[in-house]
T-cell receptor
């Protein structure tokens, strides 16, 4: 595996379910990010981790809970979501936080909340 | 507030040249990125500008004017595979990437 991978690619869940999104980067990067991409809206930064420590939480509701057990893996735990949370969730990584280095994105998880 | 503006949609002909504009108003500036995103795929990095001027990379070039809060992405010799969304993003003073909503480019034969 190379680059940034995300599983699952598609997820349908009810509002009372609990599920988790997984992201893995094979690039040796030290920073990882979660973004939300809704139709006709800009990418929204949700969480930032640097060296496994959360450095930013962008006013995201508590029904989204991130976890970074090591520098290669990032999870987004979901519970009691709302239909408006349906979106594409993208994971990204970069070599170092807050530099000119570009972010590498995974293919995303298309989430539908019913 | 933070604001990045791009046209929503553009159409161009195969073989032609197209320019996608981006204007920004952000709290601080630490560089501007362009990404390409095909439908259902991950955004991929195209270019980075931090100083004024033109950066050329094959068929793609990106221009920046910091005093005007303006950038453009120039695509030459358009190919059908260039049909995609093009995302402009500015790194603000905190280091956060602020994205525009993207420009969907359709290339027609």
């Amino acid at each position: 595996e190379t680059g940034v991978t995300q599983t699952p690619r598609h997820l349908v869940m009810g509002m009372t379910n609990k599920k988790s999104l997984k992201c893995e980067q094979h690039l040796g990067h030290n920073a990882m990010y979660w973004y939300k991409q809704s139709a006709k809206k800009p990418l929204e930064l949700m969480f930032v981790y640097s060296l496994e420590e959360r450095v930013e939480n962008n006013s995201v509701p508590s029904r989204f809970s991130p976890e970074c057990p090591n520098s290669s893996h990032l999870f987004l735990h979901l519970h009691t979501l709302q239909p408006e949370d349906s979106a594409l969730y993208l994971c990204a990584s970069s070599q170092v936080l807050r530099t000119e280095y570009e972010q590498y994105f995974g293919p995303g998880t298309r989430l539908t909340v019913t | 507030g933070q604001n990045i503006d791009q046209p929503t949609e553009m159409t161009a002909t195969e073989g032609a040249i197209v320019q996608i504009n981006c204007t920004y108003q952000t709290s601080g500036f630490n560089g501007l990125f362009w990404y390409q995103q095909h439908a259902g795929e991950a955004p991929t990095f195209l270019s980075y500008n931090v100083l004024d001027g033109l950066e050329e990379k094959g068929r793609f070039s990106s221009f920046l004017s910091r005093s005007k809060g303006y950038s453009y992405l120039l695509l030459k010799e358009l190919q059908m595979k260039d049909s995609a969304s093009y995302l402009c993003a500015v790194r603000d003073e905190t280091g956060k990437l602020i994205f525009g909503q993207g420009t969907t480019l359709q290339v027609k034969p």
